[in-house]
Nanobody, 121 residues
Framework: VQLQAFGGGLVQPGGSLSLFCAVW????????MGWFRQAPGSEREFVAA????????YYSDPAKGRFPISRDNAKNTVYLDLNYLKPEDTAVYYC???????????????WGQGTLVTVSS
């Protein structure tokens, strides 16, 4: 099983980035997908999750209204659009997979390699 996040980079405050996570080695449509992030010196925290079909989404308070999550089951890919970015959004962003929504929002079964997002002027 492999998950790999892409799309990080340096962006100015107020800017946007689009992250995506490619998956290999399991049936993507059978897993709920999520994103977490870890800022320097902080613990990893939940950002957003999406259910198997994409019909339901879940967000942390900082992500609500700014970071929509989506998935394309035909492409085995989950996306996270980062909008209206703030310096405090600087972190390594990780994608994750779980068999239930509860699992993927708390203790995912699978983790991907992260991608660094830096918000700075």
């Amino acid at each position: 099983v492999q998950l790999q996040a892409f799309g990080g980079g340096l962006v100015q405050p107020g800017g946007s980035l689009s992250l995506f996570c490619a998956v290999w080695g399991f049936t993507f449509s059978h897993y709920n997908m999520g994103w977490f992030r870890q800022a320097p010196g902080s613990e990893r925290e939940f950002v957003a999750a999406i259910n198997l079909s994409g019909s339901s989404t879940y967000y942390s308070d900082p992500a609500k209204g700014r970071f929509p999550i989506s998935r394309d089951n035909a492409k085995n890919t989950v996306y996270l659009d980062l909008n209206y970015l703030k310096p405090e959004d600087t972190a390594v962003y990780y994608c994750a997979a779980g068999e239930s929504v509860l699992e993927v929002t708390t203790t995912p079964a699978y983790w991907g390699q992260g991608t660094l997002v830096t918000v700075s002027s």
